[in-house]
């Protein structure tokens, strides 16, 4: 029997409609709410269209995990389809259930559909951060598959992929991710009354203020010294912004000129990270050195 290799996530990796079809990627969506209204992330509203919702409120948005019973659906509908492998990536453990519910919902799939034992597998793999993080290795991945790769080693790439990258981000405002209460580091950083901004490491599920600016004008020198000093020489980055894109323009233009590389590409952060952290902040994706 051939193999039919299919990427199941859920719209917290920030791709856009554009790529998720392109590459024939499975989004289960997020619902948030905001302004008495609730809707599909990408699906419903595009990350403009959220900004702009955004703007027009000081509400934060709120949003709830993917329940069992869709991604049992899920299940059905990829296996009806001749899939014989599924590799399902979800968001951050530590910051949301969705990847226990995909767990639960793998036993309950089988126990329903006992006659796909011996036809379909199903692989959970946690993502242990946000965004982009797990977006852009979800490319790559296709990317594989369609050259022929075997289930177990596009798994052992993700893995891989999630052990040792990491993100550093300047949110320019912390009231959202200190509402949400799901960065840590945020909550703990009490540096805003000085005019203190944190770079926040997200990486192995935890978040961590690794350091501290001090003025919006030191903020570009600053985060691309922290990702300089950390990343891996001569392997591929990716830029990160909010609604603005002008300080991740000037973040990859002086990390091009010290590493010779341009950003793979630069993501705009949807609708869930955009409710945990906030609409303004730059941000760089890189491969830490030492891992």
Same mark, same amino acid.
């Given at each position: ?27 289960? =969506? ?167 901004? =944190? ?21 570009? =020198? ?13 392997? =591929? ?55």
């Amino acid at each position: 029997m051939l193999q039919k290799i299919k990427i199941l996530t859920d719209s917290g990796c920030d791709l856009p409609i554009e790529m998720i079809k392109e590459y024939g990627i499975s989004v289960l =969506p997020f619902e948030i709410t905001l302004g008495g209204k609730t809707f599909r992330e990408i699906f419903d509203k595009s990350t403009d269209e959220f900004y702009e919702m955004l703007s027009m409120t000081d509400e934060v948005p709120k949003h709830s995990q993917i329940s069992p019973t869709r991604f049992v659906e899920a299940y059905e509908n990829l296996f009806s389809k001749g899939a014989t492998d599924i590799i399902c990536v979800s968001i951050n453990s530590a910051g949301s259930g969705t990847f226990n519910n995909a767990i639960i919902a793998k036993e309950d799939f089988f126990e329903l559909h006992p006659e796909a034992k011996n036809k379909l597998r199903i692989f959970n793999i946690d993502a242990r951060s946000y965004s982009i993080f797990y977006g852009y290795p979800i490319i790559e991945a296709v990317k594989k598959i369609r050259k022929g790769a075997e289930p177990e080693d596009i798994v052992a790439f993700l893995e891989e992929w999630f052990n040792v990258c990491a993100m550093y981000a300047v949110p320019i405002n912390l009231k959202y991710a200190r509402r949400s209460g799901r960065i840590s580091a945020a909550k703990a950083f009490a540096g805003e009354l000085l005019g203190l901004k =944190p770079i926040i490491e997200f990486a192995d599920n935890t978040t961590e203020t690794v350091d501290k600016i001090r003025g919006e004008k030191n903020i570009v =020198p600053k985060l691309v010294e922290c990702v300089e000093k950390r990343m891996t020489p001569q392997t =591929p980055y990716i830029m990160i912004c909010g609604k603005d894109d002008t300080l991740a323009k000037e973040v990859e233009k002086e990390l091009t000129k010290r590493t010779g590389r341009k950003a793979e590409m630069t993501a705009h952060i949807g609708g869930v990270v955009t409710s945990n952290i906030g609409p303004d902040l730059v941000a760089v994706l890189i491969r830490r050195k030492n891992k």
